[in-house]
């Protein structure tokens, strides 16, 4: 049987960079799509919940499956608080570019709804965790 923990890094890194890369593209270089109104908030919760629920799932398991809550906390922090906030601010340097405090309760509440799945699914005893 195939150990799924070691490879658990590897996707919450390469979510990691995408949105890295997404975010702090200049808004010239973005394709013009039109959406409906509010439609960039709701790519923000969808980012961030991704983001913090494959970060929610590095390190922060045992091998019982219990989970080792100060690694978890530690990774919320990080990916679901700091992280959206500062990547928010670093987006004032972006050509058309532009901070917005909606964009950073978006990234919020996708942090929250990305930890609180793992949460659920934790205790689902999902394999998704």
């Not at 990547?87 to 990234?107: G, T």
């Amino acid at each position: 049987m195939i150990n799924f923990d070691k490879y658990r890094l590897f996707p919450a890194l390469l979510w990691l960079l995408f949105v890295t890369i997404a975010i702090l593209t200049p808004g010239n270089n973005l394709p013009k799509v039109p959406l409906f109104p509010f439609a960039d908030k709701l790519i923000h919760v969808g980012v961030f919940a991704v983001l913090s629920f494959l970060w929610a799932r590095v390190g922060t398991l045992e091998s019982g499956r219990k989970i080792k809550w100060k690694n978890l906390l530690t990774n919320l922090l990080v990916f679901s608080v700091f992280f959206p906030i500062f990547i928010e601010y670093l987006q004032m340097y972006v050509p058309n570019r532009s901070f917005e405090l909606e964009d950073i309760l978006a990234n919020l509440f996708g942090g929250l709804i990305g930890f609180s799945g793992f949460i659920i699914l934790h205790k689902a005893k999902s394999s998704l965790v």
